[in-house]
T-cell receptor, first 113, second 113 residues
Framework: GESVGLHLPTLSVQEGDNSIINCAYS??????FIWYKQESGKGPQFIID?????DKRQGQRVTVLLNKTVKHLSLQIAATQPGDSAVYFC????????????FGQGTELSVKP | DGGITQSPKYLFRKEGQNVTLSCEQN?????MYWYRQDPGQGLRLIYY???????QKGDIAEGYSVSREKKESFPLTVTSAQKNPTAFYLC????????????FGEGSRLTVL
C-alpha cells in the first residue's frame, strides 16, 4: 500500500561541523549511485556520484563512501554551511537502465547558525 | 543555457478535471522521465521515454498519460482517474552516459481542490 505523510529522517548540525548522511540501498545488482540535494520547492540537484568499483570518492567539501558488503552509502559534508540545509536523496541504478533511478526516502539536513 | 523547463510551477484544479503539465528540454537528450514526489517520500517513476514516439510505464502510471511527439517535449496529463493527484511533479532528462545522472526541472506543484 501507499504510505502517506511519512516524516523524513532529520539531521541537525551546527554550522561549521561535519555532516554524515546515511543511506541503505536495496538492490545488490546496482552499480552506480548518486547523491542529490533538493531545496524546498525545487528540483533535485546532482552532488556527487560513485560507481560500484570504488569505495570512496571526493568532491568539493563532499565525500561519498560505498560499502557494498552491507549495501550502505554515506555522504559526508565538511564544514557544513547554512546553504547546505536541504533534503538529501541517495539514488541507485543498474548499468544499462538509463535514467531509471531508484530513490531513497531522503534525509532532511538542518544547519543551525 | 541548456536546461529543463517545467510549467506551470503551481497549478490548482477541481476534482475530476484533467490537467497537463509541460516539460521542455534543450539539452538534446533522448530520454525523458516523469517522477512524482509526495511529502516525506522519495521520488517515484510515473512514465519515461527513451526516444521520440515511444514511452513506457513506470511504477505508478495508473491515472496518468504522456506523449512524446518531439524530442524536446514530454508533457504529462494527470487524468481524473488518478485517485490522489495532489503532489509535486518532477520532469528529468538523461544524456545517455553509461551512468544514470538525471537532470531535473524545477517541478510543478499540483493541488486538486
Amino acid at each position: 500500500g501507499e504510505s502517506v505523510g511519512l516524516h523524513l529522517p532529520t539531521l541537525s548540525v551546527q554550522e561549521g561541523d561535519n555532516s554524515i548522511i546515511n543511506c541503505a540501498y536495496s538492490n545488490s545488482a546496482s552499480d552506480y549511485f548518486i547523491w542529490y540535494k533538493q531545496e524546498s520547492g525545487k528540483g533535485p540537484q546532482f552532488i556527487i556520484d560513485i560507481r560500484s568499483n570504488m569505495d570512496k570518492r571526493q568532491g568539493q567539501r563532499v565525500t561519498v563512501l560505498l560499502n557494498k558488503t552491507v549495501k550502505h552509502l554515506s555522504l559526508q559534508i565538511a564544514a557544513t554551511q547554512p546553504g547546505d540545509s536541504a533534503v538529501y536523496f541517495c539514488a541507485e541504478n543498474m548499468r544499462n537502465q538509463g535514467g531509471k533511478l531508484i530513490f531513497g526516502q531522503g534525509t532532511e539536513l538542518s544547519v543551525k547558525p | 543555457d541548456g536546461g529543463i523547463t517545467q510549467s506551470p510551477k503551481y497549478l490548482f484544479r477541481k476534482e475530476g478535471q484533467n490537467v497537463t503539465l509541460s516539460c521542455e528540454q534543450n539539452l538534446n537528450h533522448d530520454a525523458m522521465y516523469w517522477y512524482r514526489q509526495d511529502p516525506g517520500q522519495g521520488l517515484r517513476l510515473i512514465y519515461y521515454s527513451q526516444i521520440v514516439n515511444d514511452f513506457q510505464k513506470g511504477d505508478i502510471a495508473e491515472g496518468y498519460s504522456v506523449s512524446r511527439e518531439k524530442k524536446e517535449s514530454f508533457p504529462l496529463t494527470v487524468t481524473s482517474a488518478q485517485k490522489n493527484p495532489t503532489a509535486f511533479y518532477l520532469c528529468a532528462s538523461y544524456g545517455g552516459r553509461a551512468d544514470g545522472e538525471l537532470f531535473f526541472g524545477e517541478g510543478s506543484r499540483l493541488t486538486v481542490l
